[in-house]
């Protein structure tokens, strides 16, 4: 059996559990701007999965936005459903992204932290120069990042409501071919 390399330490259930959670959550909330970006597109099943299969979440979240704007307009609810939408990707009032931090627990590098079973994540980032960040994540900083994805999941689909209204309406209307 292969070794582990010394400076990867093995996590905890709790870690790998929580860690887990987060993939989970997340992939649900990228499920459902993928169905909403399909619903907008034009409801053919067939074809907006061709479309949504090919492209990443932050482009999707983009084209969700632009298409609300587009089919909706400027109601109230369409810009509080946008705006949710890019708190995603975007640092906001609400802190840095969701986007990033999950990115930092999935796709980090897991090592020893400052402490004795204290696990930090690693991760790097080359976008002009190489920056590294080291930061301390205990399970129960996971499991709150997998319950605020969870939060705002929910919050879209509640936003979603009102402000996809007309929306739905012009998607019912619509023979799905």
């Not at 905890?12 to 860690?19: D, E, F, G, R, V």
């Not at 909403?36 to 074809?47: F, P």
């Not at 400027?74 to 931090?101: C, M, Q, V, W, Y």
């Amino acid at each position: 059996m292969p070794r582990r390399p010394a400076h990867l330490i093995p996590l905890a259930k709790t870690h790998y559990t929580a860690i887990g959670r987060v993939a989970t959550e997340w992939s649900e909330l990228e499920n459902y701007i993928m169905f909403v970006l399909r619903m907008l597109l034009d409801g053919n099943a067939r074809g907006s999965r061709a479309v949504t299969a090919n492209i990443g979440f932050m482009a999707a979240c983009d084209i969700v936005s632009a298409l609300v704007r587009l089919r909706v307009g400027e109601t109230d609810e369409a810009k509080a459903f946008r705006k949710a939408i890019s708190d995603l990707n975007h640092d906001s009032e609400r802190g840095p992204n969701l986007r990033t931090r999950r990115n930092e627990v999935i796709h980090g590098s897991w090592v020893q932290g400052p402490r004795p079973h204290k696990p930090a994540v690693v991760t790097h980032k080359a976008r002009g120069r190489i920056k590294s960040k080291s930061q301390v994540f205990g399970a129960k900083d996971i499991t709150a990042l997998a319950d605020e994805i969870a939060d705002r999941l929910g919050e879209l689909m509640e936003l979603a409501k009102p402000a996809l209204a007309s929306a739905y309406r012009w998607h019912a209307g619509r023979k799905n071919g």
